[in-house]
T-cell receptor, first 112, second 113 residues
Framework: AQSVTQPDIHITVSEGASLELRCNYS??????LFWYVQSPGQGLQLLLKYFSGDTLVQGIKGFEAEFKRSQSSFNLRKPSVHWSDAAEYFCAVVDNDYKLSFGAGTTVTVRA | ETGVTQTPRHLVMGMTNKKSLKCEQH?????MYWYKQSAKKPLELMFV???????ENNSVPSRFSPECPNSSHLFLHLHTLQPEDSALYLC????????????FGEGSWLTVV
């Protein structure tokens, strides 16, 4: 069965500092990988996705993620966070089937 | 604005009530989904519809009854719910069900009292 692990439940970062959120998955073949963001009281917004090709993927809001097959990882990064980046971030994986499996999420707090 | 609209955004209902959540997508997608998001738990897939046909029921209790009259609309009918059913219910859609990007609505917050 497909599984997604986000090791960090909560991360606090200073405004202007860099951010990296970790995501690991378990799947034999190359999965489809996604990062979503959820602001308080809102639904999930797609930040970026990886299907194939270049392993460094650019997304919206200045985010990027890198697929590393050898590490089964798809970590999300942003060079300089803004206060508006405070939210919950979900990594998700789609396998051969259409099922989208989500990680438990990482809550990001941004301090001034 | 994701193109997936959910109403109501907030709903409080008693355990003996019957209510419905509505979802509409304006993206021309053929697949629609209901997810449940509870506090401190990963998102749970509840139902999947493809071209109006239900293709997945992820062991959801019968007190949740989905309806998909066409590819653009999806309902979740609720009856005799329990307090533990209180959660954020997210509707989503995708062009097809195979490996496509899924777009979410803003969710309906349900509180069962």
């Amino acid at each position: 069965a497909q599984s997604v692990t986000q090791p960090d439940i909560h991360i606090t970062v200073s405004e202007g500092a860099s951010l990296e959120l970790r995501c690991n998955y378990s799947y034999g073949a190359t999965p489809y990988l996604f990062w979503y963001v959820q602001s308080p009281g809102q639904g999930l917004q797609l930040l970026l996705k990886y299907f194939s090709g270049d392993t460094l993927v650019q997304g919206i809001k200045g985010f990027e993620a890198e697929f590393k097959r050898s590490q089964s990882s798809f970590n999300l990064r942003k060079p300089s966070v803004h206060w508006s980046d405070a939210a919950e971030y979900f990594c998700a994986v789609v396998d051969n089937d259409y099922k989208l499996s989500f990680g438990a999420g990482t809550t990001v707090t941004v301090r001034a | 604005e994701t193109g997936v609209t959910q109403t109501p955004r907030h709903l409080v209902m008693g355990m003996t009530n019957k209510k419905s959540l509505k979802c509409e997508q304006h993206l021309g997608h053929n697949a629609m989904y209901w997810y449940k998001q509870s506090a401190k738990k990963p998102l749970e897939l509840m139902f999947v519809y493809n071209f109006k046909e239900q293709t997945e029921n992820n062991s959801v209790p019968s007190r949740f009854s989905p309806e998909c009259p066409n590819s653009s609309h999806l309902f979740l009918h609720l009856h005799t719910l329990q307090p533990e059913d209180s959660a954020l219910y997210l509707c989503a859609s995708s062009p097809e069900i195979s490996g496509n990007t899924i777009y979410f609505g803003e969710g309906s917050w349900l509180t069962v009292v």
